[in-house]
């Protein structure tokens, strides 16, 4: 047998789990399935699921980027200085270049002053979103209500065969990154690196490169996020989507990505972003107070890996994948403590 | 969504009810308990049928919820916006759909609403400065320095509140010494005064734009050792059950009320005259407002206020 | 059977054990009598520590039945192992790196205050101490194990065996990373323990060892139990026609192959005190081996060599170039290729599967149609290519590699190191821990890459090996070099000589 | 000196900066707002202490912050239903220390990654206390539980005192008890650990009960302070806990703790957020210089570590 069942629930179990939710949504929640509603929940979860592909790279290498939140708010502020300045291509230019600049920033703070990423991305995370802050010192900067003609403020809103642009986007950039990490040289190197940075290093693979990489892919992913952001909510300012990394870490670990390295599964990240999004749809649409939205949410979470947690505490014989692969213990050292 | 609400209507739906939605900025806090109270009753008593959707302070969802409110039907929307400059894409829908809106408190964003009540948030910072003044001087204390606690600096509509402060209390002499923020949290506005007497020994005054910090603010005040009636004036603002019983108790000079309630009432009302394509009376014609008045709280009037 | 006069105190029955596509274990029976010394041998992969850790509690068996002192023996955890009286060293370590040597060996078992509920540290490093002594070793109690060599990691781990006490101790291929002297300190412990009365599992590759030390052997061959006899009586060619299935040709042969220009040159090349004013040549064609006792700098001459360390002082040239790799990228572009002595630690990339760990130094050369893409095909026939030459045992090319045996890993990072085809290849320790039948066949390798031109440096505390395939040796005692052996000068004693009493030897005709 | 310096994880950024408000202004050095700063730190020090356990182990508990929410909501509506204050007090414990177990149970015998699991918790646990309240304050008037961050034993300010003592017992277990050196062997390496035979499921359980326990002491620390309780207190808190750790140097990753580079990070963290009040930074530039400073505090000790000769390191690591 080529694969064992425990290899498949690792990149399918999360897709599993939607598909089980999405079997029942129509029960529980009969407007589920209305086109407004799919819409929505497909559209609403777009920024936050291309920056969930980027940290899928950022967690399989072994380390965090907690500053996605700064750089969303920087990417769109900058974004919408862009618009007002040069309209659509400007605007788009501004918020791609941002978002590299940021993640450039981000590793050269963790290559040449060898900070470790946790406290790097910290800082920058208050540094980016500071930075926002100054640059809307007097007030949100927004989309222009007169400028709802532009190709710019539809991007947020259209259709194309149905789905939302924004979501399109969404798909294009998993395919992206799926390819990336699966069949190219680069994405291989980052897998081998989050397994193990100690024998990366002697297989060739620099670190200073891999990360500059990974920081600035991650970089260039908000950028993108952004601009799918921005034309749905028309405005930013420093506080955009405060907490926002820790929903995008959480998607990605939720999808299988171990946070200790060496695994990443792109599929697995998809699934749990729309996984999360249709059940806060579907708490919002059957009108549960938001404290037992919460409750419920926080619930779906636990059972969600607890399937996978018992999966692997029984997997026979003993807890021997574990064992071996080094799971349990620190085996892969990675960068999230350097 | 079903297909006939895709063409604008503009009357009511097919059950003859008219549906009324709310989205409201976030229940967590008893300030929005109270408009989504003073909304709802409102509306029920018109015999509308209300649907309520919570932001939970996050502009996605306040758009995502709200644009699902209007696809789901609704008549006419009211909103009490997380981010005043997030209403451009729900607007534009409710536009599309033939909807009205209402938007309730903190502030419009420049969007072509059909009408915003709004508490005069300036002018009760002007109460605040004017109490403080007066209050200063009655207790007889010589220092001219005052602070001021902000909320996070996004929040746009708080920010009026300190700026109506600081133009009213410099006009009377005073100097604002320190102004910091506390994001709006009572934990930050804690901290935050003690630095700020720490820096400054002889500071007479504090306002602070929310209750939560401005209560906290009294706690620091009196875990100093003063007492925050008669040696640092500290005010607050919104009249939160916090400060009605703190001033009651003599741990809180006054706050400003604003009436969660009674403007939810007023929305409601709007949206009726907007639906039946009445005029509506605005105390701001340019920017259609409509004023909620507010009124300063103190150990003297505290008994008045539920 | 054998051994009637004594009554056993392990028996094993019927043992099975499977994962995912293999029978590790196949209905495997034996018995280990009080006071024996029972060695257990086979082919990489025959199952050797799966039985073991099954004794040791960390693998449930599907089938079987194991008795100890006649009572049934079920452990379900370490723990109940412990308790049992049988104490484990398993071939992969298991250790705290970030604590140190005493809190190590005393795990679990930390004599503590009452009052105060610390720790006895002036009590566990002192018997840490004492074990190490009787060890004949002095490493710090209070060292972080991170600091330590490798072969200093496998003395704390044989200490941490010793400390408990064991009726049983269980010993995994104990001195896969030990030196010479080492290796006979070590077998000096297991017959004192056969003459207090305790038992001794020992699993090695060196069948010399096994042969000085044990009273019985028991022979694995895919899983399943091939013969259990005395040792008296049994040759090593009988032993190894019965792990491998075959007769093994010739040990350590070397071609001869003509030296080319030089292509590697050191001068007087120092990196910290661990290596110092060191000067060597390697050309094309040649096999120079690296002895010394563990730990005298042969790592950190490689690593500088692989730029993994930073060169302090002193020159290099690479093909007549001046070379001064920035890091190990760096210097795999210039053309050198590197086996770690690591494996767990530095060699294996524990998540990738077999294929991926292949393939990850040649991504460049395992490109499709497209051209950036990877090409799955490709690294298949890489994967297809190694599999068979050093007969890797694997379910496929898609299984992770922390699932295969030891042996199969350092297999799997032998081949990894090979398929860039460097002009300058450093092996340290290539063997390790390998089968009879692969140490041949990774000989013929060497071989064959030298024919084909290039330079290899091969690090080896393997003694026979080391003389038997290298061209020339250089010795090395506290990151110097100490000797040159050529020719005929090229013996143990000689490399024993220099290693250990100072003695400098240099060859003749080498200068 | 130097020595204290090059060991000691942020000494030498905290001498610095503060120097540098020493010079910059001058209320730093006074009495009062010395005595705030560590009024503060000591406050994050708490918990700081109980989350270098966790993160010792190799894991995170990211339920903290709403563990203080529920903590605060229980002490103050059982001081406002007539409980005596230690009654109040003990359950406001009790639900901490149940939350840590109901974190523990879920990691170790569910197997929930502790990131997911602890972020289920923050959720869950924010929602019932939103729940228990009400969504209302819970305001109580209470002398003795203002003792807590108002009393002065000894002159003393309650809080530091409460830090002091946990600093000492927090690094006297860490360093020198079975229990601290079991929690650095998980975190080292834990299929070492179970393979040593250590209880690794209780002692990982015990660690979350510790940290519950320090969130409810956080929780009961703020409402002596506001004299309230409600659903919205202690939001992001959690990031404050593990950010003093992290920057006192305990590796991400587990194996290695430091007590004392905690308790530096809490009063680096304090002192930074203090001098940037008293120079009046406006709140749109606090954010950039407290990240600035951070990173600024962490590169100092990134390159002093490059500076250090270091003996190559070959074998980092256990193993062959
Ligand atoms: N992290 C790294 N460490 C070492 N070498 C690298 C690294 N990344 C790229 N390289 C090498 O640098 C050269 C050019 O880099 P390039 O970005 O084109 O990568 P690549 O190998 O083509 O990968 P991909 O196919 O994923 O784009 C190649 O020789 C490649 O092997
Ligand atoms: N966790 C695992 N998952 C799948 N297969 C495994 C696992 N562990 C061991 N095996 C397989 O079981 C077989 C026996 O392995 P084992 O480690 O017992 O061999 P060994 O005799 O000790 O070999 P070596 O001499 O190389 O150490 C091998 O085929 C190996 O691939
Ligand atoms: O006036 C209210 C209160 O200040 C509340 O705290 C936040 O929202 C504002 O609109
Ligand atoms: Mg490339
Ligand atoms: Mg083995």
Redesign the pocket.
Known sequence: MKRSLGGLWDTWGITAILLLLLAVAPVLTPDFFSLDNAQSVLRESAYLGIVAAGMTFAIASGAFDLSVGGQLALCSVVSLMGFAAGGTVLAVAAALATGLACGLVNASLITRLAVPPFVATLGTLFVFRGVAYILTKDGPKTLPYDQIGSPFVKIGGLNVAGLPVPFLIMLAVYAAAWLLMRRTATGRRVLAYGSSPEAARFCGISPTRLRVFVFALVGVSVGIAALTYITRVWTADGSAQDGFELKVIAAVVLGGTSLKGGKGTLIGTFSAVLLVSVLNDMLVSEGVPSAYQRIVLGGVLIIALTIDGLRTRFAAPGS??R???GLGGRTPKTGLAR | GCSDSNSPSDTPSKSGKVVVGFSVYDMQYEFFQKMEKGTREAAVAKGWEFKLHDEKSDENEMVTGAQALIDQGVDVLIISPFKPSALGPIIAKAKAKGVPVIVDDIGGGGAPYDAIVISDNAGGGKLAADYMAKQIVANGKTSKNVASITCEPSAVYAARRNAGFKEAIEKQGFKVVAELSGNSKAEEGYKVMKDIMAKNPDVAGVFSCNDPMGVAAANAVKDAGKNPVTDIVTVGFNADPEALTAIKAGGLAATVAQDPNAMGALTVKLADQALKKETITFGNAAEREVFNPVLLVTKDNVATIK | MANSGRRALLEVEGLT?E????R??DNVHFDVAAGEVHALV????????????VLGGLHRPSAGAIRLGGNAYRPRRPSDAMHAGIAVIY?EFNLYPDLSVAENVFSGREPFHRFSRGIRYAEINSRAAALFATLGVSIDPAAAVNSLTVSEQQLVEIAKALSVNGRIIVM??PTAALSADEVARLLDVVRRLRAEGRSVIY?S?RLDEVFAVADRVTV?RD?KHVRTSPLAGTSTDELVRLMVGRDIASMFHRDDVADGDVVLELDRVSAGRQLREVSMTVRAGEIVGIGGVAGAGQPELSQVIFGAVPLKSGQMRLGGNAYRPKGPADAMKAGVGFLHEDRKTAGILPDLTVRHNLTISVLDKVRGALGRLLSPSAELDIFSTYRARLAI???GPD??I?????????KVLFGRALAPGARLLILNEPTR???IGAKVEIHHLINEITADGAGVIMISSDLPELLGISDRVYVFASGQIVGHLTGDDRTEENVMLCATTGRKIFSEAAS | MTAVLRRVPLMLPLIVVVLVLGLATDSFLTGGNVENVLVAAGIVALPGLAMTFCLAMGEFDLSIGSTVSLAGVICCSSLIAGQPLFVAMALALAAGAAIGLANGLVVTKLGVTPFIATLATLVIVRGISLAYSGGHDQIVSSTGLKYLVGGRPLGIPMPIVLAVIATVVAWWAMNRTRFGRWVCSVGSNREAARVSGLPVDRIRIAVYVLVGVAGGVWGLLISSQLQKGNGQLGMGFELDAITVVVIGGTALLGGRASIVGTVLGALLIETIRNGLNLLNTPPAYQRVSVGLLLIAALAIKGLRRADIPVAPTVVPEATR
């Open positions: 021997l994948r064992a071996v692969t | 054990v994962f995912p596509g293999v590790a274990l086979g082919e990489n992969g025959a199952g050797k520590s799966t039985l073991l850790k071939q995994d291929e699993v590759h694995l899983g045992r694997t379910t299984q992770l922390g699932q295969l045996s030891g042996g199969n890993q350092q821990g390998v089968d």
